[in-house]
């Protein structure tokens, strides 16, 4: 019979944020160079210096749990992850791209804005108190990051609102839809 409990549970979903953070570190610089907007671009590479630093923050956990980080994928991060690349090979761009790629970031931010309570939860629970410390400092980073994200989608999606329909772009579309 297994026998894991809540410690195990805990490690596991470390285990899991570590793997997560490390592909968002591949990741968000793809993000920034597909941005056209200057804001959207300086805050994907800012997200970018603090994921790793989100990164140096679980070695600190595993090293105080004695534990390594390896060893799990998160199959939801690469999926979130791969949306945000299908979105950067679809046929938008400009501001209706930026306002896509917003949209892909903000699912991120929200698994780890999950992912980061529960652990805190569980470090509170099994009194991991430097845990829950290091782990609240992220999960403040990551609420931040998807505020600053919806206050820029406020004027970037009107942007893309407004941006002209170029009758030839959609015609080609067009075309190479029923081709
Ligand atoms: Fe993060
Ligand atoms: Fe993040």
Request: with cysteine.
């Amino acid at each position: 019979m297994p026998d894991k409990g809540l410690r195990e549970l805990y490690i596991d979903e470390l285990k899991d944020l570590y793997n997560a953070e490390n592909q968002l570190v591949k990741a968000l610089p793809k993000m920034a160079k597909a941005s056209s907007s200057d804001k959207l671009r300086q805050g994907f590479v800012a997200h970018l210096e603090q994921t790793k630093g989100h990164v140096q923050r679980l070695e600190e956990i595993f090293e105080r749990l004695d534990q390594s980080p390896k060893g799990k994928k998160c199959v939801a991060m690469a999926g979130l992850v791969e949306e945000g690349s299908e979105m950067i090979n679809e046929d938008f761009e400009g501001d209706v791209l930026d306002a896509g790629l917003i949209g892909a970031a903000q699912r991120v931010e929200h698994y780890e804005i999950a992912a980061y309570g529960t652990a805190k939860a569980f470090a509170e629970l099994l009194g991991e108190s430097e845990d829950v410390s290091l782990l609240d400092a992220t999960l403040s980073e990551e609420k931040e990051t998807d505020e600053k994200l919806t206050q820029l989608a406020e004027t970037i999606n009107k942007q893309a609102n407004e941006a002209p329909k170029l009758e030839s772009r959609s015609e080609k579309k067009h075309v190479r839809r029923i081709a």
